[in-house]
T-cell receptor
Framework: DAGVTQSPTHLIKTRGQQVTLRCSPKSGHDTVSWYQQALGQGPQFIFQYYEEEERQRGNFPDRFSGHQFPNYSSELNVNALLLGDSALYLC????????????FGPGTRLTVT | KQEVTQIPAALSVPEGKNLVLNCSFTDSAIYNLQWFRQDPGKGLTSLLLIQSSQREQTSGRLNASLDKSSGRSTLYIAASQPGDSATYLCAVREDNAGNMLTFGGGTRLMVKP
């Protein structure tokens, strides 16, 4: 049983460009969350998707958007990239509900130059 | 606003030593607390999940305790090994914050042979 998978592993973009990151949840999981982790810091919650809708959002600008597909996989899109968007982007999946454990993928390392 | 703090930020110990990592949170209205391990540049591996009704959880050489009323959790690692070297993160899921996790900044652990 595959765990949470993310693609690509690494990505280098230029300021002002747009990027799409992808996530496939652990088998049987229907809820996907995205986190941003800057170097040396703990992850920060971006948003969560359930039943193909954004259910909760952290303190991130509208440049960050997402999507969830019927098979529960998800995309994170970032427009008008800034140098400060350079970070490790982590996807987590779980069953719906606050008592369930969240499982994280290996992350996508985004570098903006 | 929930704030999670981990002390110390970094720790270096000789192999074989028992050690304790600390995590504190400001709002005690939580569903659960989760401890993670992160190797450099990698994703998060879930170590232990403690529900708010529980006092502790154990897995092998790891034991995590939770004192919800005082806003504290500890991760005890017995007989530390060089392979335990990593960053350890704690995260809380609040009663009124959906499924998002709020993370501490982590403790970077180095176990020397």
């Amino acid at each position: 049983d595959a765990g949470v998978t993310q693609s690509p592993t690494h990505l280098i973009k230029t300021r002002g460009q747009q990027v799409t990151l992808r996530c496939s949840p652990k088998s049987g999981h229907d809820t996907v969350s995205w986190y941003q982790q800057a170097l040396g810091q703990g992850p920060q919650f971006i948003f969560q998707y359930y039943e193909e809708e954004e259910r909760q959002r952290g303190n991130f600008p509208d440049r960050f958007s997402g999507h969830q597909f019927p098979n529960y996989s998800s995309e994170l899109n970032v427009n008008a990239l800034l140098l400060g968007d350079s970070a490790l982007y982590l996807c987590a999946s779980s069953l719906e509900g606050p008592t369930y454990e969240q499982y994280f993928g290996p992350g996508t390392r985004l570098t903006v130059t | 606003k929930q704030e999670v703090t981990q002390i110390p930020a970094a720790l270096s110990v000789p192999e074989g030593k028992n050690l304790v990592l600390n995590c504190s949170f400001t709002d005690s209205a939580i569903y659960n607390l989760q401890w993670f391990r992160q190797d450099p540049g990698k994703g998060l591996t879930s170590l232990l999940l403690i529900q708010s009704s529980q006092r502790e959880q154990t897995s092998g050489r790891l034991n995590a305790s939770l004192d919800k009323s005082s806003g504290r959790s500890t991760l005890y690692i017995a007989a530390s090994q060089p392979g335990d070297s990593a960053t350890y993160l704690c995260a809380v899921r609040e009663d009124n914050a959906g499924n998002m996790l709020t993370f501490g900044g982590g403790t970077r652990l180095m176990v020397k042979p």
